[in-house]
């Protein structure tokens, strides 16, 4: 199970943004993706592996973590950042997503 | 440039059956696990099913198996999900995503490229 938090992140746009992933056993490789989708469109990779970004993601994007606690943080939030964000383990067959985090205008 | 793009949806009665469709271009089809994963309206994600390059091996969330099955036409690009026995709680968005890598005998079950979705809605 991945747990995200917190659910909703109100902040303003040039502000930082970290976003919380937890999952209740061990990630294995750090196999933890992190994706962003906004309403109305399929969601999109930011970041693979915890830390690594996906092609054409900006720099401001950056994942973190090992084992169990993963984070994602935007440096400075963007307009075009507000959305949901949801991590997904892909270190087992039983692929999992969290609940997700919306981050929305304040 | 990568494209999916989903059909097949629909409105149905609950116990009814649906076969999805999704087209793939813009890279060598056969190469890329693909999988399905669907969205509750105004939920979360959840990953439904999953198949390897070649079409061998597949995998099932435990709340679909038996009941739906993935395959995959490589001389069509066309991955499908044949949906049996359906509930009200499988009303979504069905996606298709693609690997973001090489995956011909194995499935990551990282999702590099999505399409636009098809909604299917179960209710009497």
């Known amino acids: 199970v991945l747990t995200q938090s917190p659910g909703t992140l109100s902040l303003s746009p040039g502000e930082r943004a970290t976003l919380s992933c937890r999952a209740s056993q061990s990630i294995r490789n750090s196999y933890l993706g992190w994706y962003q989708q906004k309403p109305g469109q399929a969601p999109r990779l930011l970041i693979y592996?915890?830390?690594n970004r996906a092609t054409g993601i900006p720099d401001r994007f950056s994942g973190s973590g090992s084992g169990t606690d993963f984070t994602l943080t935007i440096t400075r939030l963007e307009p075009e950042d507000f959305a949901v964000y949801f991590c997904q383990q892909y270190g087992n067959s039983a692929l999992t997503f969290g609940g997700g985090t919306k981050v929305e205008i304040k | 440039e990568v494209q999916l793009s989903e059909s097949g949806g629909g409105l149905l009665q609950p116990g009814g059956s649906l076969r999805l469709s999704c087209a793939a271009s813009g890279f060598t089809f056969s190469s890329y696990a693909m999988s399905w994963v669907r969205q509750a309206p105004g939920k979360g994600l959840e990953w439904v099913s999953a198949?390897?390059?070649?079409?061998?091996?597949?995998f099932y969330a435990d709340s679909v198996k038996g009941r739906f099955t993935i395959s995959r036409d490589n001389s069509k690009n066309t991955l499908f999900l044949q949906m049996n026995s359906l509930r009200a709680e499988d009303t979504a968005i069905y996606y298709c995503?693609?690997?973001?890598?090489?995956?011909?005998?194995?499935?990551?079950?990282?999702?590099?490229?999505w399409g636009q979705g098809t909604l299917v809605t179960v209710s009497s």
């Open positions: 995503a693609k690997d973001l890598g090489v995956t011909i005998v194995e499935v990551t079950g990282l999702f590099g490229d």
């Open positions: 592996r915890a830390s």
């Open positions: 198949i390897a390059g070649r079409g061998g091996p597949t």
